[in-house]
């Protein structure tokens, strides 16, 4: 049996897309994804925090879906993840601020969907902030 280059180049395209219209895909019930992006409160551009010292986020939760797909965090922009594993229901998180490049900074809010906080500044224990920022 001889096959040639386009004949296996049509076998293949025929099965390629003979798989990509199969009814299976939409036998599979996916649940709904629910993208809550809260408006965040604090920090705001007015807003220090202090190496060292206890910091909160606050972001508005009065119109949070039934259901949210995704746990929640924390993320301050060149450093990390500042919090985890509360429930963007409760409203606000609390943690202690870490050694971190004090000046101007912000934070994301991550849930099903990511928003940013304003630039807000955070100042080291002995009230210096980076000037070079």
Not at 12 to 34: C, G, T
Not at 92 to 104: E, L, M, Q, S, Y
Not at 105 to 110: D, E, P, S, V
Request: proline share 6%; aromatic share 12%.
């Amino acid at each position: 049996m001889n096959f040639s280059v386009a004949s296996l180049f049509t076998t293949l395209f025929i099965f390629f897309f003979s798989v990509q219209a199969s009814p299976l895909n939409a036998l599979v019930e996916r649940k709904p994804m629910d993208v809550f992006v809260p408006k965040i409160i604090k920090p705001d551009s007015e807003t220090f925090w202090t190496v060292g010292q206890e910091a909160t986020v606050v972001w508005d939760a009065s119109t949070a879906p039934e259901n949210i797909s995704n746990g929640a965090s924390v993320v301050l922009h060149n450093y990390g993840i500042l919090a985890k594993g509360f429930s963007l229901r409760d409203g606000n998180v609390t943690f202690k601020v870490p050694i971190v490049r004090t000046g101007p900074n912000f934070i994301t809010l991550f849930g099903d969907s990511g928003n940013y906080s304003p630039v807000f500044t955070i100042q080291g224990a002995d009230g210096s902030v980076d000037s070079s920022s």
